[in-house]
């Protein structure tokens, strides 16, 4: 049988999604074994496939959080009506998480948290080689 591009793309997309199959066993069973490929086009349509499951990821995260922020911003305005300052601010902060409000928080994990004072460069030195 011969398959067509996108068809074993979503072949992957599905396994991947629906059955939970392993990276491996869709490259050695299917795509090499099965499918007779190359490892080297098998691992370009498996990455393919990764870039298509984010995509619907994505979109459905996005419908997901849409809903959310609708959910919670019909929450805020029943904490304003009921003048319950202290539920109001939560749902607050929480809608402002899921908006992106807040900065991210940076941290540093190279030194511990501690301040860089030096720098130090290391000399790399390459031997020669009798044959150059």
């Not at 007779?36 to 499951?53: D, V, W």
């Not at 619907?56 to 922020?69: F, M, R």
């Amino acid at each position: 049988m011969k398959w067509k591009r996108q068809d074993i793309l979503d072949a992957i997309i599905k396994m991947r999604i629906d059955k939970g199959v392993s990276t491996k066993t869709i490259l050695n069973d299917f795509l090499m074994g099965e499918l007779g490929y190359k490892q080297s086009y098998a691992y370009t349509l498996l990455q393919e496939a990764r870039e298509q499951i984010t995509q619907i990821y994505k979109t459905t995260n996005e419908a997901l959080a849409n809903e959310a922020l609708g959910h919670l911003e019909s929450l805020y305005e029943d904490a304003i009506k009921d003048k319950n300052k202290k539920l109001a601010l939560e749902i607050r902060k929480e809608i402002n998480k899921l908006v992106g409000a807040y900065a991210a928080e940076r941290v540093d994990i190279t030194s511990d948290g501690e301040k860089i004072t030096e720098i130090k460069l290391i000399e790399v030195i390459q031997k020669k080689s009798d044959d150059a």
